[in-house]
C-alpha cells in the first residue's frame, strides 16, 4: 500500500469497488445484492456507483425505439385528433 501510494485504506473499501464494477459492468442490482450479501437492495444503491458513461446503455434503449410508437400511458388516455391533426386528451 505503501508503494502504490494509497492513504487511508480500509479493507471495507472493497464492498464499494466489488458492488461499482458489477453495476457498471451491466450486473443486475439483485445479483449484486446476492454476491455481496447486503440485506435491502437500497444498501446495494450505497455502494454501487455509477459513472455517467455506464448510463449509456439505458439510453441507448430509448435511441432503439421506432417513431411513431407511444408509452402505454398514453396509448391508456382517450384521444380525439383535431382538424389541425394534433392530439388532445379529452379524459383519462
Not at 64 to 72: C, E, K, L, M
Amino acid at each position: 500500500m505503501r508503494k502504490a501510494d494509497v492513504k487511508r485504506f480500509r479493507f471495507h473499501d472493497l464492498r464499494h469497488t466489488f458492488a461499482t464494477r458489477l453495476v457498471q459492468a451491466g450486473c443486475d442490482i439483485y445479483t449484486v445484492q446476492k454476491l455481496g450479501r447486503w440485506k435491502t437492495i437500497s444498501m446495494v444503491m450505497r455502494y454501487a456507483h455509477h459513472h455517467p458513461e455506464s448510463l449509456r446503455a439505458g439510453i441507448e434503449i430509448l435511441d432503439r425505439i421506432p417513431d411513431g410508437v407511444s408509452t402505454v400511458l398514453a396509448q391508456s388516455a382517450n384521444f380525439t385528433v383535431s382538424e389541425a391533426g394534433k392530439e388532445s386528451v379529452v379524459s383519462y
